[in-house]
């Protein structure tokens, strides 16, 4: 069954647009709290070293791992890969305290691509967005909506945002898109 996603069928692209929107497929997401002390135990069940700094963003495959604080991993897994993750983490229970929170339910993904993409960005957000290296993530916030986000190339980043607010964000980026769009 596929679970709704606010964003289905929008799209913003025009050919050569200094940036363009679009929605991510919709995947599984989670958000792990474990004492860092243990990461290599997460890490084993994740399939991979889950990253150990803060801002640390990891790939594997199509699975993703960000430290987004000090005991605190957003992760992103196919949905196809959500019920054998949930399983893996409560089997760890057994030995390590730990907590694995699905939280596909509340987020969507918005990815914001182009030559453009972080200035268009920086246009809402406090930071420094053009200073972020590829493989890093941060939370933050945009235009007062918190959001976690990822740089995944040098001209495309992922917004990760709750579902409420993804409207609110979705038309302000398709505005500031717009706006490269016209050479305003």
């Known amino acids: 069954m596929q679970e709704h996603h606010p964003l289905v069928g929008r799209q913003l692209a ?5 940036v363009t929107i679009r929605p991510v497929e919709n995947c599984a997401r989670f ?10 135990a997460a890490s084993a069940v994740w399939g991979t070293a889950l990253p150990a700094t803060i801002g640390g963003l990891v790939w594997s495959g199509e699975r993703l791992a960000a430290c987004i604080g000090p005991d605190e991993w957003f992760l992103i897994a196919p949905l196809a890969d959500r019920d054998a993750i ?5 089997e760890l229970y057994a030995t390590t305290i730990h907590s694995l929170v699905d939280v596909g339910h509340r ?17 809402s957000i406090a930071f420094e967005v053009g200073a972020m290296v590829v493989g890093e ?14 740089r ?11 579902h409420s607010f993804s409207d609110h964000v979705w038309h302000l980026l398709a505005g500031i898109c717009r706006e490269y769009e016209l050479g305003v």
């Open 86 to 90: 949930e399983t893996a983490f409560a």
């Open 152 to 162: 995944e190339a040098e001209t495309r980043f992922r917004v990760e945002v709750w």
């Open 14 to 18: 025009a050919a050569n647009a200094p």
């Open 107 to 123: 987020e969507v993904g918005i990815a914001v691509e182009g030559p453009a993409a972080a200035d268009a960005l920086q246009s």
């Open 137 to 150: 993530a941060r939370r933050t916030i945009i235009d007062r909506v918190q959001i976690i986000l990822l």
């Open 31 to 40: 958000n792990l709290r474990i004492d860092p002390a243990n990461l290599a």
